[in-house]
Each structure stands twice: as C-alpha cells, then as structure tokens.
C-alpha cells in the first residue's frame, strides 16, 4: 500500500482563480510585494486581508516560497 501524496500547490489555482477572480498571477505578485516573509505570517495575511480561504492561502504562499528557493 502507497502512503497518500500531498496535492500539488498548482492543483488549486484553477479554483482559486474561479473563486476569487483573479489570475493566480496576481497573487503571486502580491505575495511577493508583502514585507511578510514566514509562511504562517503569509496565510493569515491572505486569509484576513484578502478573504482567501485557508487552503488556497496555504497553496499559494507554498507555490510563491518554493520559488524564491
């Protein structure tokens, strides 16, 4: 038996863009403009600021940090 695998960041963003309207882009962007660096500090910013919900805030802060690697 296979231990189950976490979804992709990237398999959120056609949801997130239809919920929310807007091109993940854009998040992205915003993300990266934030002077907040810790992933946490970057969920709860989403979360409160911009309404996004908890998963999505989570994939796209996850999608945005893995890439300034």
């Given at each position: 038996?296979?231990a189950p ?33 810790k992933h ?30």
């Open positions: 038996m296979t695998t976490k979804p992709n960041p990237a398999s959120y963003f056609p949801s997130i863009e239809k919920k929310y309207g807007r091109p993940v882009q854009e998040w992205i962007d915003l993300i990266n403009s934030s002077p907040l660096t946490m500090e970057l969920v709860n910013w989403l979360k409160s600021e911009h309404g996004l919900g908890h998963g999505h805030a989570n994939a796209l802060v996850a999608h945005t940090l893995a890439g300034r690697k």
